[in-house]
């Protein structure tokens, strides 16, 4: 089984676990399957708005087996990085919602939300109805000689009506009428997937996420092995034409794949497909299930351009043949 050999699962939620409101199509029978073998489970979100308690709730009513302690998110992962740089008990101001103002409590700060308590720290997130007011106060206050730490650099993020802004996209009013870049604590960066590690205990982790520039690449960096399932953000040609650091270990449909051998994926040859680099260009023959035939083909392209990216004009008319 694809799950054997790893002890905890670091799972992205938005488009891995949950679409919105909907879960997604047999992700909770997936994971249930997956705690009842003895393998950990983790949520891990870039998503700071939400106390790890109103999360766990939110998958429990989508049938996800999670308990408080199961979530992690970047708020926590911004706290820690703040109460490690700031005194003991230091003003922060916050500038985001309740589950990043909890994380800043629980590591024993001082939340604030004006520039006039002197906050040692300004600490960002994302947050329905972020206020230009509490913004304003941010950038007075990293103006001030604050430190400025956001929770991610997300610029976008998935909901059932499309991508909206994200913390990355509202993080640049403060980056932009300051001058400061802030240091981030969300995937990709490692900050996260250490509070990730830290709170689990895991020695043999496996990421699964839906995002190559959050997800995998934070996996990269973190040095383990990861799972892109292919319910979110990523597309068959954003794997394809993919950087070093943007490369899973495995790519799978969802998460029904975690219980299923994983096949060998040889010199491009993967259960019936056959994927070739030729003349620059990618060739791809075969019959079977198409993302096995998207196994094959990037383990050809990623071999064939090392550490380059290939070109879409390269990959495209392959990628016809998968449907």
């Not at 230009?132 to 993020?157: I, K, P």
């Not at 650091?245 to 010199?267: I, K, M, N, Q, W």
Request: a negative charge; glycine letters at 12%.
């Amino acid at each position: 089984m694809l799950i054997d050999g790893y002890d905890t699962l670091l799972l992205d939620l938005d488009g891995v676990v949950y679409l919105g409101s909907h879960a997604v199509p047999g992700a909770p029978e997936a994971l249930a399957e997956a705690r009842a073998g003895g393998v950990r489970l983790a949520y891990v979100t870039n998503n700071a708005s939400r106390t790890p308690a109103a999360t766990a709730a939110h998958l429990r009513e989508l049938g996800v087996p999670a308990v408080a302690d199961d979530v992690v998110t970047s708020a926590q992962a911004a706290a820690r990085l703040v109460s490690e740089r700031v005194p003991a008990g230091s003003n922060v101001l916050v500038v985001g919602g309740s589950g990043l103002r909890m994380a800043v409590r629980d590591r024993g700060l001082r939340p604030v939300t004006t520039a006039m308590d002197a906050p040692a720290a300004v600490v960002q997130g994302i947050a329905p109805g972020l206020s230009y007011g509490l913004l304003a106060e941010g950038a007075l206050a990293v103006r001030q000689g604050a430190l400025f730490v956001a929770s991610n650099g997300d610029s976008t993020m998935p909901t059932g009506r499309g991508e909206l802004p994200g913390n990355g996209a509202m993080v640049r009013v403060i980056a932009a009428a300051t001058g400061v870049e802030p240091v981030y604590a969300g995937k990709p960066d490692p900050p996260l997937h250490r509070e990730s590690m830290i709170r689990t205990g895991a020695e043999r982790p496996l990421v699964v996420g839906d995002r190559l520039d959050t997800d995998i690449e934070g996996a990269t960096n973190a040095g383990v092995d990861s799972l892109l399932v292919l319910t979110g953000v990523a597309t068959p040609l954003d794997l394809l034409t993919a950087p070093p650091e943007h490369r899973p270990t495995y790519v799978a449909e969802g998460l029904g794949a975690l219980s299923r051998p994983y096949p060998e994926v040889r010199d491009g040859v993967c259960e019936g497909w056959r994927a070739r680099w030729q003349d620059g260009a990618l060739r791809l023959e075969g019959d079977g299930s198409p993302i096995d035939g998207l196994r094959a083909a990037c383990d050809a392209v990623w071999a064939a351009v090392g550490e380059r990216r290939a070109e879409e004009d390269a990959v495209k008319h392959a990628l016809d043949r998968l449907g």
